[in-house]
T-cell receptor, first 116, second 115 residues
């Protein structure tokens, strides 16, 4: 079946530190992969996405590369800011013959806190 | 593009009461999804619609839950005879099927508290 395993938090970093949040997946088809972010008191926002192997998604200094050989989609940022403090969710949407199948499968989320 | 909206944002009810939530998707999106999120967990899929057709329902969606999208635009999620275990954030998302990634955009959620 489809599932996402995400690095457990919480993660606490100092400003300007390097961030990695690990995400691995299992899928029956050819999934698209996503990172969503949830800031305090707000809804889920799409951070970045990748639709096929070796694609790199990027946004706001965050990057993640779709690695089919390791079934991973780790989130990285070279220099975090206090404003990056949030909960980050890795997710996949499975596909069949190029068409998405509907539901998203989410990891449990990783709480990131960045101190000044 | 005004985004996905949900109403109410918060709902407190007593056990055994019925509640109904509404979701208005992004106007051009033909798919609409409902998820449930409990504290410390990722969202869990409940059901989704393509236009007015309900295409998939999760096992989480017991017979006390019903969702509709009568005209293929807004959707309602009703919970009958609420239980304390129904307390959660109910999220709605929409997407445009046929786009390369069918990316889902989420609303702010409705937080349900069952006393």
């Amino acid at each position: 079946g489809n599932s996402v395993t995400q690095m457990e938090g919480p993660v606490t970093l100092s400003e300007e530190a390097f961030l990695t949040i690990n995400c691995t997946y299992t899928a029956t088809g050819y999934p698209s992969l996503f990172w969503y972010v949830q800031y305090p008191g707000e809804g889920l926002q799409l951070l970045l996405k990748a639709t096929k192997a070796d694609d790199k998604g990027s946004n706001k200094g965050f990057e993640a590369t779709y690695r089919k050989e390791t079934t991973s989609f780790h989130l990285e940022k070279g220099s975090v800011q206090v404003s990056d403090s949030a909960v980050y969710f890795c997710a996949l949407s499975d596909k069949n013959r190029g068409s998405t199948l509907g539901r998203l499968y989410f990891g449990r989320g990783t709480q990131l806190t960045v101190w000044p | 593009d005004t985004g996905v909206s949900q109403n109410p944002r918060h709902k407190i009810t007593k056990r055994g009461q019925n509640v109904t939530f509404r979701c208005d998707p992004i106007s051009e999106h033909n798919r609409l999804y409902w998820y449930r999120q409990t504290l410390g967990q990722g969202p869990e899929f409940l059901t989704y619609f393509q236009n007015e057709a309900q295409l998939e329902k999760s096992r989480l969606l017991s017979d006390r839950f019903s969702a509709e999208r009568p005209k293929g635009s807004f959707s309602t999620l009703e919970i009958q005879r609420t239980e304390q275990g129904d307390s959660a954030m109910y999220l709605c998302a929409s997407s445009q099927q046929g786009a390369s990634t069918d990316t889902q955009y989420f609303g702010p959620g409705t937080r349900l508290t069952v006393l």
